[in-house]
């Protein structure tokens, strides 16, 4: 089955960095979009980021310039560097893999939290 691991969340200063990384299992991962979503509390969960199996990249306003999103099909793995972390960034932090128009297969999320 599809197995979608989040890792490198954590606690950091506004300014401050952090990659997170999603490691798939149990699909073919370079023919699939590969996503970054976000849901802070009593919010709901938006796109922060998504990439083609081509390589095309798409971003939430609120992120562009300061994320980037990347994936490397031989290791199964698509990150999200953030710089410049805001407290509004504050959230967990969720992988999908698109995997037909109607079915997504998500990770258990990581959480970010980015103190003022």
């Known amino acids: 089955q599809v197995q979608l691991v989040e890792s490198g969340g954590g606690l950091v200063q506004a300014g401050e960095s952090l990659k997170l990384s999603c490691s798939a299992s149990?699909?073919?991962?370079?023919?699939?979009?590969m996503g970054w979503y976000r849901q802070a509390p009593e919010k709901q969960r938006e796109l922060v980021a998504d990439?083609?199996?081509?390589?095309?990249?798409n971003y939430a306003d609120s992120v562009k310039g300061r994320f980037t999103i990347s994936r490397d099909n031989t290791k199964n793995t698509v990150y999200l560097q953030m710089n410049s972390l805001k407290p509004e960034d504050t959230a967990v932090y969720y992988c999908?893999?698109?995997?037909?128009?109607?079915?997504?297969?998500w990770g258990q999320g990581t959480q970010v939290t980015v103190s003022s």
């Open positions: 999908s893999l698109a995997y037909a128009w109607d079915r997504s297969f």
């Open positions: 990439i083609t199996r081509g390589g095309n990249t």
């Open positions: 149990g699909v073919i991962f370079s023919r699939y979009t």
